[in-house]
């Protein structure tokens, strides 16, 4: 009787089981096609956790294939102002624009403008350290979701053929 039991109920866990799918069925959205392979320089504002973040997301530049070009720009809003003239609220855009040149080839492949935003709420008028490490998180946030969008957008590019061609 154990035995049957057993039986019907490895049989059962086996079938229950028998429809699960895995995110990661398909090896093509594992794969970043410039990892290792690109250089990257960045102007306009100036994020200090920038650099960790497109080690991550870029590699290293093993291959020296691609040349990464990122222009970031900030925008502030100052949402809710007080009866004394204080800001307590402040919306933050960051637009980043993708500037991808194939070197091999010595042209541009890939042309991209992402915006990240978020809002910060100064907690004083003064020096207040935790609300610094608030704003600083908040950046570190939008660049890592706008390198992760960018990333996850490269799939499905022919990296061979120029923009400026046609």
Do not use: H, W
Not at 68 to 86: C, M, P, R, V
Not at 146 to 160: A, Q, V
Request: net charge positive; glycine share 4%; with cysteine.
């Amino acid at each position: 009787m154990n035995k049957i039991f057993s039986i019907v109920l490895i049989f059962f866990y086996l079938y229950s089981c028998s429809g699960v799918d895995f995110v990661y069925k398909e090896s093509s959205n594992l794969t970043n096609p410039i990892y290792n392979k690109t250089q990257y320089i960045f102007n306009g504002k100036q994020i200090p956790s920038i650099q960790r973040f497109a080690g991550i997301y870029f590699g290293k530049n093993k291959d020296n294939e691609f040349l990464i070009k990122i222009n970031i720009s900030e925008e502030k809003i100052k949402k809710s102002i007080e009866s004394n003239q204080a800001v307590s609220k402040i919306d933050y855009e960051l637009t980043f624009k993708y500037l991808l040149y194939n070197q091999k080839i010595d042209c541009l492949v890939l042309e991209k403008r992402l915006s990240s935003k978020f809002s910060y709420t100064p907690k004083s008028a003064g020096y207040n350290f935790g609300s610094d490490k608030s704003l600083d998180k908040l950046y570190e946030l939008s660049v890592k979701d706008n390198f992760s969008e960018f990333t996850n957008s490269l799939s499905g590019i022919d990296f061979s053929n120029c923009l400026d061609e046609g």
